[in-house]
């Protein structure tokens, strides 16, 4: 592509009237429909020719605009064919060499635990969730599992341009879903037991064989049989009765017969395919109840392929704050369920005994989810989970992911088993209290410690930071310049487009889910459009030679400028704490006090219900007691004071 514009750039606008009708009349169009026809797995002839035809041109006109002599252009041609031959042959490739640029860059670090757990030979049904993050999530995966993995994908995202070109390249299954072609009910609706009551609704027209799923506050509902045009009457009674006149939508059924063929078909053929069970993504901070869809294909292939099997592995998709840019992010996969003869008997006989096959299945693939995941009621529970695990561990103890993750899961433990209990409800909210606290001198709990240091100490830290600070300001120049309109553009509609997705949706809260694809998206147009413009405005103003200049360094400059502008970040945030120690030192010792008293309390509660949850502890009290000696060095300096 840059060899392309870069020759048609030179003769149009340095030297119009010389090659410029050569260059067109022997380059053939850019090839983006390319990858609307290729074909996975085999050589494609037309990806070939429309391949080498546009390298060929390029090349031409590289040695046009560089006045190579006939032996260079044999050369460059010959270079450009086989590019084409090799490219052409493997397109998923390059494809998922494009997926991990977008990862590295976008995220921080990413880990994957207990990758050994998946099986090395034979299909695989990879389980996924929380559903958070809405393309990305199949991304990671793909991108951090040992085997290849087909996803199934919303029939409506194929549409999409470039989702669904990345889509088709990497052999993802289409599937239709019935929230993508839902339709507004008329009227509101009540409902209880298995009654649905409407006002002003026209049931009988809305509802037949074919739409047969009433969508009322977040839940798909099948209706058993329309009573008149304000009343339906449902398969199962309703979990909770709700008296308050509600929207709804009419979802259509669906044939999935075309999509469970693919699944079979890649089962038979020993490849791994990955579903995310809850049916969409989602902001929540817990699962949402999952479909059943991964029990039928499993069991659905070993009752139709006699001595088949499948396994069924679950993958945790876990972030830390995974809507922001530079985020991190932890893969964890969980032991392989192994499906029985006897579900795929009961499965075969139909009826009650096929309906319990199933659900023992989700059962077993609830449970397994939930022990690789991080999941609570809601988000602020979540937050006051993590202030627990950071307040709990010792002080200098620097925890990985996969012990972060591991740690916070016993504290959802713990929450779970103390909920009511008087001594967690006083604990959480001196807890809420001190991050409240926090909030308000905009720092963070480990940088509590560095509210107490002395005033020497602070001034001499302050100056470092701050050549520190200048000299990567200095080096951030370029990104500055080049880098944060992009950033800004992304933040932009990726807010937007999180805002839209709320309001459509009846299970998103703030549409965080929406927010990290909406920003990887909108990078991948924003940036080359930027770019480029920043070459032609450097060859337009100056000279082909620095456009040329500029468009190969400036990719390899940000690409740095991002490793430091992580730490310019984390820099900038490191002189709040000092402020602190310096105008409000007091303020700062009470902080110190409270951290400690709130340390203390946590440690010994944990202690006393350790045996209760029948988990060892992942520290033991000499991780903790050089730490208490300190602590009570400090106060009685203190009190001495």
């Known amino acids: 592509f840059f060899f392309f514009f870069f020759g048609l750039l030179k003769y149009s606008l340095f030297e119009p009237k010389s090659y410029i009708w050569l260059s067109l009349v022997t380059s053939s169009p850019p090839p983006i429909p390319i990858v609307s026809f290729a074909q996975p797995r085999r050589m494609s002839y037309f990806n070939f020719v429309s391949l080498a035809l546009f390298n060929t041109s390029a090349a031409f006109l590289l040695s046009l605009a560089l006045d190579f002599n006939s032996v260079s252009t044999s050369v460059s041609i010959s270079i450009a064919l086989f590019l084409a031959y090799i490219v052409s042959r493997k397109l998923e490739v390059y494809a998922r060499i494009i997926i991990n640029s977008m990862i590295y860059i976008f995220f921080r670090s990413v880990e994957s635990r207990n990758a050994h757990y998946i099986p090395t030979k034979g299909p695989v049904l990879f389980v996924c969730g929380p559903h958070s993050s809405q393309f990305v999530d199949p991304i990671l995966v793909m991108t951090h599992c040992p085997r290849d993995v087909r996803f199934l994908i919303a029939a409506k995202s194929m549409e999409r341009a470039f989702v669904g070109t990345l889509s088709m390249i990497t052999n993802s299954i289409p599937i239709s879903r019935p929230q993508d072609y839902a339709r507004m009910g008329v009227g509101m609706v009540t409902g209880g037991g298995t009654k649905i009551l409407g006002k002003g609704t026209t049931f009988t027209r809305e509802f037949d064989e074919e739409n047969n799923t009433i969508y009322v506050r977040g839940k798909p509902l099948r209706v058993e049989k329309v009573v008149s045009d304000t009343e339906l009457q449902l398969k199962q009674p309703l979990g909770q009765a709700f008296g308050a006149p509600s929207k709804f939508q009419v979802f259509p059924r669906m044939d999935h017969s075309v999509a469970y063929e693919e699944v079979y078909k890649a089962f038979g053929l020993g490849e791994c395919v990955g579903i995310f069970p809850e049916g969409g993504s989602h902001d929540r901070a817990g699962l949402l109840p999952l479909k059943a869809g991964v029990a039928l294909m499993a069991l659905g292939y070993m009752a139709s392929h006699e001595g088949k099997s499948v396994k069924i592995v679950p993958v945790g998709i876990n972030y830390f704050h995974g809507h922001r840019f530079r985020s991190r992010a932890l893969l964890d996969y969980g032991l392989p369920i192994e499906i029985t003869m006897d ?84 604990l959480k909210d001196k807890v809420l209290e001190y991050n409240e606290t926090l909030q308000s001198f905009r720092i963070r709990d480990h940088q509590v410690v560095q509210t107490v240091l002395k005033t020497e100490e602070v001034l001499t830290m302050i100056v470092g930071r701050l050549i520190i600070f200048l000299a990567e300001s200095v080096f951030l120049l370029p990104f500055f310049v080049f880098g944060l309109p992009v950033l800004v553009v992304c933040r932009w509609v990726s807010a937007n487009k999180a805002k839209v997705g709320a309001k459509k949706s009846a299970v998103k809260l703030k549409g965080r889910d929406l927010v990290a694809t909406w920003k990887i998206l909108t990078a991948t147009a924003v940036i080359p459009s930027c770019w480029s413009m920043y070459v032609v405005a450097a060859s337009f103003l100056y000279s082909w030679r620095v456009g040329l200049f500029l468009f190969v360094t400036l990719p390899l400059t940000m690409l740095v400028s991002l490793r430091v502008w992580d730490h310019y970040l984390r820099l900038i945030r490191s002189f709040f704490p000092l402020y602190v120690a310096l105008k409000h030192q007091h303020k700062g010792m009470q902080l110190m006090r409270t951290r400690n008293k709130l340390k203390k309390e946590i440690r010994r509660l944990i202690c006393e219900i350790s045996d209760q949850l029948s988990k060892p502890r992942m520290f033991e009290d000499a991780d903790f007691a050089a730490e208490e000696i300190s602590e009570n060095d400090d106060e009685n300096g203190d009190s001495d004071k």
């Open 343 to 426: 579900m795929v008997e009961k499965y075969r006989n139909g009826g009650e005994v096929k309906r319990d096959a199933v659900n023992t299945l989700m059962s077993q693939v609830q449970n397994a989810l939930n022990n690789v995941t991080i999941s609570a009621e809601d988000y602020e529970t979540l937050q006051l989970l993590w202030a627990f695990r950071r307040l709990y561990k010792p002080e200098k103890v620097i925890l990985t992911l996969q012990q972060t993750e591991q740690l916070t899961l016993r504290f959802i433990d713990v929450h779970n088993l103390l909920r009511d209990d008087i001594r967690y409800l006083n």
